[in-house]
């Protein structure tokens, strides 16, 4: 350690928190309230009692500077857009009358009125709302959030340090608001913007922040250089103001790159950087330009992003040489922990053994309150932790879990001809032609049907022993018999069993798949108020019997026409579940990806002739460098093709994937050879289908004609005009009619309505083809 004082200085601090509550009281309370079962003073209440239990939880572990305004309602980015009066003009007469039901107007929409759009925070699977921005925009300073929140955490006696979204990443993840010009360029508000920042910045101040923390993640990203400039001139002028509390800029996600020197050289106080896993080589970067002289450092050596144990001593290591490059060096998380569950203590199944591998945000407050006291008392003060740290490595590192010879044989021995159909599409395609006998633009769904408040209900049941197996087992039945009959009635051509056994599309598999762990707390926002429990992806995976040959025999058992075999991609399994870090993530894929095949071979067996592998996460596991990207699609492509390349030429294999920015991966598509791809494209108006066919994708496609991300019921009108634009693209032979993504989360009512529509708009079509 070289610097004495900077070790006497060193903190410990989390660049925010998980919001919800260890039972999800946030959740029932927002949801509850939307319902009208819950008044808005008593949704202030649970919230701010929320806050309080995580400040003290924090305090209390030895946190000596807790994050305040990382508390939400919905979403950060949508309470940033608040926050500077960047409301859509169609909903500024809701926010008017009423700023909270404004609010929820702005992240969900009304009746009358469209939400903003959502998207993937980053590489997560966290969403924000996009902010609308256009030449117009005029912003007003409203920093009533934070203030109140920061006076909330200085009540308890703590001391506290304000997270916002900082100016540049705001304009980088706005896009042009409905009506502007597609080419417009949010950073060209940037001038504007920042007063506003300044003003919140005094009033923060005013209300008592010494430092406050403006989080600017998209300066991880490729950048060019007039984003570069206007970094840098953003922190130039944000710097200015003399009374002003320190700025402390985090990134994070991945290294800063050539963004470091520009944040290193600005005026502000300090920076927040990431130091785990690829962005560890910010270590390097740091001591390049020279460290970070007179400024704070806050070192982020716990990983916010996956659940498992630190290592002390690299972190001691890297905290260590940190000391020599900044004036002061403070212990933190690598970002925001709300993408990690809350307490690995709340676990009950999971082997005691296992769970000391486990560290959840609670455990990682822990490791940085330890880490922070070895640094600045020196580590002979944590030996205790040390040594106990370095055996819960071990036995992670000696575990049967992690290592099974068998799997490992089984990987190692894949060859190229494992991951290619027997033969090339074109003769496939005849093949199934042939055997599957459908109309032309066939139609079908995604694969869920609503999970009602009932069936989630008979699985809550069958949890807490209320009822049987038996009887939960007819519970599914009897919905798949509805789900089967309904699709027969309407007309559609290739149908599903409408998932309803699944809690989750990735949880389900998990908990059949050896090596994998599922939790019954792990909580993690989603979106708004929808969580996931994305499981661990702990040791060596295999699948000790088939997972879902049972339910889709049953629901063919019903029918004669085809049902299509549903099952989440290997790509997919490990976007939505918390990784392995001691191996490549090409390996665990292909494990994955093995156990995956055998029930695809399996299905086939059992008589399916279509098989649909969900690959939804492919485009948002990309990685955020661009240098990054071909390794990751080697490993994503190879793991899909092995998933499907057993099943005999005859045997249908469909994908499906929700997103729509798929310029950066038409290739990957293309290379999964998968012989028909839905896609979302409702809202971009077949857009994708386009982009496709210009990119010459020689299969068959289904892009989206029934937006399911919003209650409306397209009209049979609306789906014949979408489908005309899909067939502009697309040759009648080779496209397919279906909405845009599964129907878990809508209602009853609107998904047959549409349904029903859908399948007249598909006939209308055809009719008018076959009639010319
Ligand atoms: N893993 C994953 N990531 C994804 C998606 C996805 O489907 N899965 N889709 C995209 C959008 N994200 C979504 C994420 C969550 C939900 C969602 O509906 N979540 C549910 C929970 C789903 C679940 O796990 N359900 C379980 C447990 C449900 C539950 O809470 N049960 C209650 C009791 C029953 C009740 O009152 O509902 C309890 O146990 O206390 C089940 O069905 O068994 C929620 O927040 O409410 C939807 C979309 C992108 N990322
Ligand atoms: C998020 S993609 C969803 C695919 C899945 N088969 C479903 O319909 O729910
Ligand atoms: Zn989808």
Request: charged residues 25%; proline residues 6%; negative net charge.
């Amino acid at each position: 350690m070289t610097s004495k004082s900077a070790a006497a200085a060193a903190r410990a601090t989390v660049h925010g928190y998980p919001r919800q509550g260890q039972q999800r009281e946030l959740k029932k309370a927002i949801e509850g309230y939307w319902k009208g079962r819950v008044g808005a003073d008593a949704l202030r209440a649970t919230a701010a009692g929320l806050r309080r239990d995580n400040w003290r939880q924090l305090a209390e572990a030895g946190v000596h500077e807790v994050p305040t305004g990382d508390f939400s309602y919905y979403d950060h980015v949508l309470d940033t857009s608040v926050m500077v009066g960047a409301i859509p003009a169609r909903h500024r007469t809701a926010v008017a009358a009423d700023p909270l039901d404004g609010y929820f107007a702005m992240a969900r929409g009304t009746q009358d009125v469209a939400p903003l759009e959502m998207t993937k925070w980053f590489d997560t699977n966290y969403h924000y709302l996009v902010p609308e921005l256009g030449p117009e925009t005029v912003f007003a300073a409203d920093s009533a959030k934070q203030v109140g929140e920061l006076r909330e955490a200085l009540a308890l006696g703590l001391a506290a340090r304000p997270v916002l979204v900082g100016p540049v990443t705001y304009l980088l993840l706005a896009k042009p608001a409905p009506g502007v010009a597609a080419d417009f360029d949010p950073l060209t508000l940037l001038d504007r913007l920042l007063p506003v920042y300044e003003e919140v910045l005094a009033d923060l101040r005013a209300a008592g922040a010494e430092w406050v923390q403006l989080d600017e993640p998209a300066l991880v990203q490729d950048r060019s250089p007039a984003v570069l400039n206007a970094a840098a001139r953003a922190y130039r002028d944000l710097g200015a103001p003399a009374d002003r509390p320190k700025l402390l800029v985090a990134a994070y996600f991945d290294r800063l790159g050539d963004a470091l020197p520009v944040l290193a050289k600005s005026p502000v106080e300090g920076l927040a950087l990431d130091f785990t896993g690829a962005a560890a080589a910010n270590l390097d970067d740091l001591a390049a330009v020279g460290g970070l002289p007179g400024k704070r450092l806050v070192a982020g050596v716990v990983n916010g992003r996956n659940v498992w144990i630190n290592d002390f001593e690299r972190s001691l290591a890297t905290l260590g040489t940190l000391l020599g490059l900044a004036d002061r060096v403070d212990v933190s998380s690598s970002c925001s922990l709300l993408h990690v569950p809350l307490d690995a203590g709340a676990e009950r199944d999971i082997d005691p053994q296992i769970a000391r591998w486990l560290a959840f945000a609670r455990q990682k407050t822990g490791e940085i309150v330890t880490l922070a006291r070895g640094l600045q008392q020196g580590t002979d003060t944590i030996a205790a932790e040390l040594a106990a740290n370095r055996a819960d490595l071990a036995s992670r590192a000696g575990s049967a879990l992690t290592h099974d010879p068998a799997v490992r044989a089984r990987a190692a021995a894949v060859t190229d001809a494992d991951g290619r159909r027997s033969q090339p599409y074109a003769e496939r395609a005849a093949a199934q032609r042939e055997r599957l006998g459908l109309p032309l633009l066939p139609t079908t769904t995604i694969g869920s049907f609503p999970q009602t408040t009932e069936l989630r209900t008979a699985r809550a049941d069958l949890r807490a022993g209320r009822i049987g197996t038996a009887a939960y087992e007819e519970r599914i039945a009897t919905e798949i018999r509805d789900v089967l009959a309904f699709q027969e009635k309407a007309g559609i051509d290739v149908l599903v069993h409408g998932e309803p056994e699944r809690n989750d599309m990735v949880q389900y598999f998990a908990e059949q798949l050896t090596g994998y762990l599922a939790t019954q707390h792990g909580w993690v926002q989603s979106y708004g108020t929808r969580y996931v429990r994305p499981p661990i992806l702990a040791g060596d995976i295999s699948r000790p019997e088939p997972m879902t040959v049972r339910w889709t025999s049953y629901a063919q058992s019903l029918t004669d026409r085809p049902v299509k075999g549903m099952l989440t991609g290997p790509v997919t399994m490990l976007a939505w579940s918390f990784v392995r870090d001691d191996q490549p993530l090409g390996d665990t894929a292909r494990q994955v990806a093995l156990a995956l095949r055998d029930e695809v071979n399996d299905l086939e067996a059992a008589g399916s002739s279509v098989i649909q592998v969900d690959e939804p996460a492919l485009r948002e596991t990309l990685p955020l460098r661009a240098a990054d990207r071909a390794g990751y699609l080697a490993w994503a492509t190879e793991a899909f093709r092995l998933t499907t390349g057993g099943v005999r030429p005859d045997t249908q294999i469909h994908t499906h994937m929700c997103y729509a920015e798929f310029g950066d991966i038409l290739q990957a598509i293309d290379d999964l050879d998968a012989d028909v791809i839905s896609l979302e494209a409702a809202r971009s108006h077949m857009q994708v289908a386009g982009e496709l066919a210009t990119a010459g994708y020689p299969r068959e496609v289904g892009p989206g004609v029934y937006d399911i991300h919003s209650p409306r019921v397209p009209s049979a009108l609306e789906a014949t005009a979408l489908l005309r634009k899909g067939l502009d693209a697309i040759p009648a032979e080779r496209l397919w009619v279906n909405p845009d993504c599964g129907l878990k989360t809508r209602g009853w009512p609107e998904v047959r309505a549409s349904l029903e529509n859908l399948v007249t708009a598909a006939r209308e079509v055809r009719g008018g083809l076959t009639a010319s």
